[in-house]
């Protein structure tokens, strides 16, 4: 083998090689862009599902006041109607 040929042959495997480290990187980086992007809407889907569970139960508590309020309005009915009648005899 001539001299030649040898530094063709190594200039030609050190191409290939920074090639295949190239490959190896971008691959590398294509998969931590992927699996963040996966995080990032996994947080985004989690933060979604906690802002409707905090609304539901704040309807939830507004519910029950109101059923409270209807209970204390339909007693203040029933006084009146009383009074009224107490009035009227």
Aim: net charge positive.
């Amino acid at each position: 083998m001539t001299t030649q040929t040898i530094i063709s042959a190594a200039a030609f495997t050190l191409a290939f090689g920074s090639n295949i480290v190239w490959l190896f990187i971008t691959y590398g980086n294509f998969e931590k862009r992927k699996l963040s992007a996966e995080r990032d809407f996994n947080h985004l889907r989690n933060n979604q599902q906690n802002i409707s569970q905090g609304i539901a139960h704040g309807f939830d508590e507004i519910e029950a006041k109101l059923n409270t309020m209807a209970r204390d309005l339909l007693e203040i009915k029933i006084w009146i109607m009383r009074a009224k009648k107490q009035i009227e005899e």
